[in-house]
């Protein structure tokens, strides 16, 4: 290396002045948005007119995806541009092209909020009425607190129990009727002695998720944000919900060495439930399609266990529509397209959704197998609390989740008592939720 | 390294005063372009607070004064450190053992470098699918190994402390043909005629590695060296395949807390790329640090 | 470095018998021994990919079995077709095999243009352009990640192969190793073209670039298997399926949250079957290459 001390001088010289010259900002700077005022969509004018749609998919969904927009295209000659990302990227990707100035015109997305200031109100071009067409639980997660709507809801999801009912079968416990209510000393026995009777390793697989174990808390009558928006967990209750779940990982009745083993990540524990190593595993309706086709044995949804509460946890997907992208107007007819009462109950057929539409959710949606499995999922959105949809539309919440994953995991590698842990967790969401104001 | 100035100096052709810059135009274009002028802004963007990366606030040092009074930063720091010392150590010493065995090897060497070098062309993404299989305490190819031999089922991904040891290995795995390569081009640079005289002599195998080879050795360690530990510390996506930083943080190196700074909610990009600009200056003095060691043994 | 032109000539040495092993006689103890412990030390490092590849065979269920099987004992091609039935394989594999290329050649170009009037011409900011390219080695991706998007996107590259193929083509270790190497050539050969009149390009392409051929060899089995493994920056900037290579459509493939771990692994194997095949064929050459010491 043939570096000399004067042309070192000049390098660091160099720098300096490069950081003089950089102290102009990135880019524009934080402004409060300028209200926009209703724009009228004619869908008549799309003809010629493409845009793309960024999208993340859980398996079954994409080709009933694909399907709706081939009817959209068909109806407006517009050509829509499908980009599919996993979904453990999809932030980072539309972060990116936030910044590159190359946004997609629409995307789906598990929270709108990371993109705040990017998005169109549908409001202002489907009119103030239009978040009325949606079930009021979902529609919640989509709106701020001044009554804007910055995404539409595309499917609603609530948390709950599979069982594989021919290893139930074997054990001689019966399945629970979709009318059951269990509580989680019985739901817990239940599951351990059909993993004995099959030899099973453990009793329950769950996903390692924030969301996942809201559930929990849930139905221990706490949450981790309140109906205020303000941190919301009761101490007693989350030591009592998250004791129980450490127990369980504790003596290995859910796998402490998957739980572990996940780290930060998103981790589903689909795979422990199709390979027969465990005979319950708490997840959603998303697995529905996918169990539909692939499961090699019986298998059923079944009520969330009780404590406090009844109920599973709510979880929402929606589509947004960003107000820079090159035809935004394109993109608001192509949500609220996407989601009118035939193209919404369409999707939902074909990839085992839950309907977000009030229509849809009064008439039912008629699934082409395993409609009952997906009655019980349905049946649990009532029972669930309310305020688990005021949570998850909390500005808060997906940061929140991956504290809670975080600092429980402390206690599941016994590094940290259940109390420090609900105490700590206190302490960091009501920051998160300072900083997402 | 060396590289004696005194080379290129001798020759010099300043009458063709525009050649040069001409070579190096097209280089320097598309380096200046994609990676200068959005590490300057990185460094710049490092003042400034924002949740989504257009639209900013300045925010002075702040971001600086957030991560190093943070206690999680410490904590990553830490196990950043015991990672790339592990990973340096441990490769640097498997390289040359490795090396030395190989160039004694006549026959069969070839293949049994092939077989060393492989891991280096398998993803970093797989490399993390694969090694996480591997080591599950119950399923993984390598507990059958070990519980054969007698020592049980260790936890490797759950321990925290094991699960460090465990990246540290995988992370010499992937690498160590490589270094082992660079050992070997700088044992068969050495001059045969010295370990000669030294066996009339009458020096044994391990006087004359110790006291011939090693020393000679040491430039090409140094370059060794400097590699693995600018690898050390860029580290991220086979353990984020392998452990997601897991079992609670024990392998969050400093990479990955940079990323989900920046990228998972809440989203604080200024003070991921301040974490940034602190790793750069990091590096940059270790690696300033090892070309002096490395000048000085050269000097002896 | 050492400055190998200043070396004395090599006495040719009369062979030793060091090598007692080749020339038929009883091979020593420790020769057993050296011999042994590379093999065990190979079977453990290749061991984990030959496992990974066997599995990859087996079902979900079996996959899953306490203690694990060494290979597949109901051998299965399910992974392989309910996973590639999902998957454009010769799309990705067509895009990978043109950007790993089209990447090579270029940072073979550019890297060694920049590496020769580095080593061999005296000008104004050459201690500077060097020191900028060796601290460039420090900066990992992730962390400008953003910047470099937002250039690209405004020069239009985004979701085009253009965009994977041009912004990392000029590798500052690439730079950094054709340097090195072009030290060591003696500046005599370059004078003495130059006498005989031809021009300084031609002699960069006519006589320095075959000399550097060891060292350009290594350099472009770097890229190719940089470029080929590429995931972050081509995750961000292929966007279409049209563009995309193979590590970002497996990751979208397993990104899915309904797909089971025995599928991700068989596409995975698939994805790195092809480097593991370029890199059999020509490993004579990439470990010679890589010894004879063009990397220094």
């Given at each position: 290396m043939l570096i000399r001390s004067r042309s070192l001088a000049t390098a660091v010289a160099g720098v300096l002045a490069l950081a003089l010259t950089a102290g102009c900002a990135p880019g524009p700077l934080e402004q409060s948005d300028s209200p926009s005022g209703p724009v009228t969509v004619d869908f008549g004018s799309f003809k010629g007119k493409r845009m793309t749609y960024l999208y993340f998919t859980d398996g079954p969904d994409l080709d009933a995806t694909k399907a709706a927009i081939g009817r959209f295209e068909q109806a407006t000659g517009a050509t829509v541009e499908l980009q599919v990302v996993p979904y453990a990227e999809l932030q980072r990707s539309l972060q990116a092209r936030i910044t590159g100035d190359t946004v997609p015109e629409v995307a789906r997305v598990q929270d709108w909020h990371p993109y705040a200031g990017e998005l169109l109100d549908f409001t202002d071009y489907f009119g103030k009425s239009y978040p009325d067409e949606f079930t009021d639980g979902a529609v919640s997660t989509t709106r701020d607190d001044a009554g804007h709507m910055y995404a539409v809801p595309s499917d609603q999801t609530i948390n709950g129990p599979f069982v594989n009912v021919d290893a139930f079968a074997k054990a001689g416990v019966p399945v629970p009727t979709a009318t059951t209510k269990w509580t989680w000393p019985e739901f817990v026995d239940a599951a351990s002695k059909v993993a004995a009777a099959n030899d099973m390793p453990s009793a329950i697989s769950v996903d390692v998720s924030g969301n996942r174990l809201s559930t929990v808390l849930s139905q221990y009558g706490t949450t981790l944000i309140g109906a205020d928006g303000q941190e919301g967990l009761d101490p007693a209750k989350a030591e009592q919900a998250l004791s129980m779940v450490n127990d369980l990982l504790q003596q290995d009745k859910i796998s402490k060495d998957f739980w572990l083993g996940a780290g930060t990540n998103y981790k589903g524990g689909n795979d422990a439930f199709l390979a027969q190593q465990a005979p319950v595993y708490l997840s959603g309706p998303w697995q529905v399609g996918a169990f539909a086709k692939s499961a090699p044995f019986k298998w059923a949804a079944v009520p969330n266990p009780c404590a406090a509460e009844c109920g599973g946890f709510p979880g929402a997907k929606m589509m947004v529509a960003f107000s820079r992208s090159k035809e935004p107007t394109l993109g608001a007819a192509f949500v609220q397209w996407m989601n009118r009462t035939e193209n919404q109950r369409e999707i939902d057929q074909a990839a085992y959704w839950l309907p977000t539409r009030k229509d849809l959710v009064a008439s039912g949606v008629q699934y082409p197998t395993h409609n009952e499995d997906m009655n019980t999922f349905i049946s649990q959105i009532d029972e669930t609390p309310a305020v688990g949809f005021k949570a998850i539309s909390s500005p808060a919440f997906t940061g929140a989740a991956l504290a809670l994953i975080k600092e429980f995991g402390k206690v599941v590698a016994g590094q940290e008592s259940v109390a420090d842990c609900v105490a700590n967790l206190e302490k960091e969401i009501d920051q998160i939720v300072k900083a997402s104001k | 390294m060396t590289g004696r100035a005194d080379a290129p100096r001798r020759s010099r052709f300043t009458r063709r005063k525009l050649v040069p810059y001409l070579f190096v135009l097209p280089n320097m274009v598309v380096f200046g372009l994609f990676t200068i002028w959005p590490a300057i802004n990185g460094f710049n963007i490092s003042f400034y607070d924002s949740a989504n990366g257009r639209t900013f606030r300045p925010v002075g040092t702040d971001n600086y004064h957030r991560i190093l009074g943070n206690d999680e930063f410490w904590t990553v720091a830490r196990h950043t450190i015991v990672f790339v010392v592990g990973f340096v150590v441990a490769s640097t010493v498997l390289a040359t053992v490795l090396a030395l065995l190989l160039n004694g090897q006549k026959r069969g060497r070839g293949a049994l470098s092939a077989a060393y070098f492989l891991p280096v062309v398998v993803s970093p993404v797989v490399v993390g699918l694969i090694w996480n299989a591997a080591l599950q305490r119950q399923t993984g190819l390598v507990n059958s190994v070990v519980s054969a031999l007698g020592f049980g089922q260790p936890a490797w991904l759950i321990d925290p402390n094991l699960a460090l040891i465990s990246v540290i290995l995988v992370g010499v795995w992937v690498h160590l043909g490589f270094y082992t390569m660079i050992m070997l081009s700088g044992l068969q640079s050495i001059d045969s005629s010295v370990n000669e005289a030294a066996t009339i002599d009458g020096a044994g195998t391990w006087q004359k590695i110790r006291l011939i080879t090693l020393p000679l050795l040491r430039p090409t360690t140094m370059v060794v060296i400097t590699l693995a530990t600018i690898a050390g510390f860029q580290a991220f996506d086979f353990i984020f395949t392998l452990t997601g930083g897991g079992p609670v943080g024990a392998t969050t190196l400093i990479i990955q807390y940079i990323y989900e700074n920046g990228?998972?909610?809440?989203?604080a990009y200024g003070l991921a790329s301040a974490a940034a600009v602190i790793l750069f200056l990091v590096i940059f003095a270790v690696t300033f640090l090892n070309y002096l060691v490395g000048r000085r043994t050269e000097a002896m | 470095m050492t400055a190998r032109l200043e070396e004395p000539p090599r006495v040719v040495a009369p062979p030793t018998t060091r090598w007692a092993s080749t020339s038929g006689k009883t091979p020593s103890v420790g020769a057993i021994a050296r011999t042994t412990v590379l093999i065990v030390g190979a079977i453990i490092v290749v061991a984990p990919l030959v496992w990974a590849g066997l599995s990859s065979f087996k079902s979900q269920a079996e996959l899953a079995a306490q203690p694990p099987t060494l290979y597949p004992h109901d051998f299965t091609f399910d992974n392989y077709t309910t996973g590639l039935a999902a998957f454009d394989f010769p799309r990705y594999l067509l895009n990978s095999t043109i950007v790993t290329v089209a990447a090579t050649l270029l940072t073979l170009l550019i890297n060694s243009m920049a590496a020769y009037a580095l080593a061999k011409y005296n000008f104004r900011g050459r201690d500077l352009l060097f020191l900028i390219t060796l601290s460039a080695i420090m900066i990992p991706l992730q962390v400008i990640l953003l910047p470099i998007y937002q250039v690209v996107s405004s020069l239009g590259m985004t979701n085009s192969l253009l965009g994977l193929i041009i912004p990392p083509a000029a590798t500052p270790t690439g730079v950094f190793l054709l340097r090195q190497y072009m030290l060591t050539l003696p500046d005599e050969t370059i004078e003495a073209a130059r006498i005989d009149g031809a021009g300084e390009f031609r002699i960069f392409w006519q006589v320095v670039l075959p000399l550097c051929r060891p060292a350009l060899a290594v350099l472009a089995i770097f890229s190719v298997i940089w470029r080929w493994n590429d995931f972050l920056w081509p995750l961000i900037v292929a966007q279409d399926e049209s563009v995309q290579t193979l590590p970002v459509a497996i990751a979208r493939f397993a990104g899915q949250q309904a797909i089971p771990f025995s599928q991700i692994l068989a596409v995975s194997v698939m994805s790195i079957i092809p480097v593991i095949i370029v890199f059999l064929i020509l490993q004579r050459h990439i470990i010679s290459g890589l010894v004879k010491g063009a990397v220094k």
């Open positions: - | 990228f998972t909610p809440p989203i | -």
